[in-house]
C-alpha cells in the first residue's frame, strides 16, 4: 500500500518507519524543512532505540522518503496518515490549533478520493487515518459542538 503519514516528529517517524518495514510505501510530510533535511540525513527527531537503524534501513530499500512538498508526498497515495505529537504549551495544554490547521493545510493537495479499482484500495486515494499523542480531532470537536467524523467531513468538504 502507498502510505504517507503527516507529521514527523516522534510519533510519526515512528510510524512511517514501521509501515515501511512491513512493505508499505511511505513517504513522510512534514513542513518543516529542517524536519526533513535531517531525516534524509539519517537523523531522527527523538531517541528510540533502533529507529536511527531502522530509518537507514528503510530509506536505503526505497520504501521510505520524506519531503515537505505536499504535492510529492501525497502524489498517488492511498491513505493518508496523520500523526502528530501534538504540542503543549508551558501550562501543559493542547495547542489542537496547530494539528488542525496542518491538515487543513493538507487536504486541498489530495487527488480525488476514492477512485474505483479492482481491490479496496488500487483506484487511488480511499482512507484517511489520524493518531495523535493527544487526540487533536476530538478535543476540536468537542469545541465546535460536533462528532469527530462530522469535524473531518467538513475539513474534508473544504479541501
Not at 518507519?17 to 537523523?43: C, F, M, N, R
Not at 494539528?99 to 482512507?127: D, N
Not at 493527544?134 to 473544504?158: F, K, W, Y
Request: hydrophobic letters at 40%.
Amino acid at each position: 500500500m502507498k502510505v504517507c503519514v503527516q507529521g514527523l516528529w516522534h510519533l510519526g517517524t515512528v510510524t512511517a518507519a514501521a509501515l515501511a518495514s512491513l512493505g508499505h510505501q511511505v513517504t513522510g510530510l512534514d513542513y518543516s524543512p529542517v524536519v526533513i533535511d535531517k531525516l534524509v540525513l539519517g537523523e531522527p527527531p527523538v531517541f528510540e532505540p533502533g529507529l536511527r537503524e531502522l530509518l537507514a534501513q528503510q530509506t536505503a530499500s526505497g520504501r521510505l522518503r520524506f519531503h515537505d512538498n505536499p504535492i510529492d508526498a501525497l502524489r498517488d497515495i492511498e491513505v493518508l496518515w496523520i500523526a502528530y505529537d501534538t504540542p503543549v504549551d508551558e501550562d501543559d495544554v493542547a495547542d489542537v490549533d496547530f494539528v488542525v490547521s496542518q491538515i487543513e493545510r493538507t487536504l486541498p493537495q489530495l487527488a480525488a478520493p476514492c477512485k474505483p479499482g479492482p481491490t479496496p484500495h488500487a483506484g487511488g486515494f480511499s482512507g484517511l487515518l489520524q493518531s495523535f499523542a493527544i487526540d487533536g480531532l476530538d478535543s476540536v470537536a468537542c469545541r465546535e459542538g460536533i462528532t469527530r467524523e462530522q469535524l473531518v467531513m467538513n475539513l474534508i468538504r473544504h479541501r
